[in-house]
T-cell receptor
Framework: NAGVTQTPKFQVLKTGQSMTLQCAQD?????MSWYRQDPGMGLRLIHY???????DQGEVPNGYNVSRSTTEDFPLRLLSAAPSQTSVYFC????????????FGPGTRLTVL | AQKVTQAQTEISVVEKEDVTLDCVYE???????LFWYKQPPSGELVFLIR??????QNEISGRYSWNFQKSTSSFNFTITASQVVDSAVYFC????????????????FGTGTQLKVEL
């Protein structure tokens, strides 16, 4: 198993540009989520999905869109990048329930100029 | 509501010292799970341990041990005979059975403790 994979590893955008952060898992996990990590703030939930076709907002969803057309993939779209979205983004997945361990991808370091 | 507090922002020790990282949590649920993750300088998040609220037995894995005390809502992590490779940010996290708006059964993280182990 490759586990949870993310691309790209690094990205620099200009304000107003859009882009998609890719996330995939090969563990047949139903639950997938996106977090952002900022200094001194731990990890905050952006969006999550409990299965293909089902997504919902987390704590900090503004400026981000997600979709889940397959079990494996959960892309995160930045609609119009802003400097406040400079962060490290982590995708994570778990089998199903809150009792299951959540596994994280390697992260994407995004800088918005 | 659920909350995780890691009051120690940064800890520095000399190699071979023992070190304990504190984690205090808040939840109204009786069924919950606690986790520790390690984030080395390379940046990835590595799962270390999962513990459910009904199992208060302490756990030991090599130089790592975890002390879960429901009476004080704490889930502390001790590294015995620390090594330079233990240098990382360590996160404590909590999830429970309650479905909340803006998160579902989300995993709530503390702000992390930066551990520096020096020679």
């Amino acid at each position: 198993n490759a586990g949870v994979t993310q691309t790209p590893k690094f990205q620099v955008l200009k304000t107003g540009q859009s882009m998609t952060l890719q996330c995939a898992q090969d563990m047949n996990h139903e639950y997938m989520s996106w977090y952002r990590q900022d200094p001194g703030m731990g990890l905050r939930l952006i969006h999550y999905s409990v299965g293909a076709g089902i997504t919902d907002q987390g704590e900090v969803p503004n400026g981000y869109n997600v979709s889940r057309s397959t079990t494996e993939d959960f892309p995160l779209r930045l609609l119009s990048a802003a400097p406040s979205q400079t962060s490290v983004y982590f995708c994570a997945s778990r089998l199903r329930d809150f009792t299951d361990t959540q596994y994280f991808g390697p992260g994407t370091r995004l800088t918005v100029l | 509501a659920q909350k995780v507090t890691q009051a120690q922002t940064e800890i520095s020790v000399v190699e071979k010292e023992d070190v304990t990282l504190d984690c205090v949590y808040e939840t109204r649920d009786t069924t919950y799970y606690l986790f520790w993750y390690k984030q080395p300088p390379s940046g990835e998040l590595v799962f270390l341990i999962r513990r459910n609220s009904f199992d208060e037995q302490n756990e030991i894995s090599g130089r790592y041990s975890w002390n879960f005390q429901k009476s004080t809502s704490s889930f502390n992590f001790t590294i015995t005979a620390s090594q330079v490779v233990d240098s990382a940010v360590y996160f404590c996290a909590l999830t429970n059975s309650s479905w909340v708006t803006g998160g579902g059964n989300k995993l709530t993280f503390g702000t992390g403790t930066q551990l520096k182990v020096e020679l």
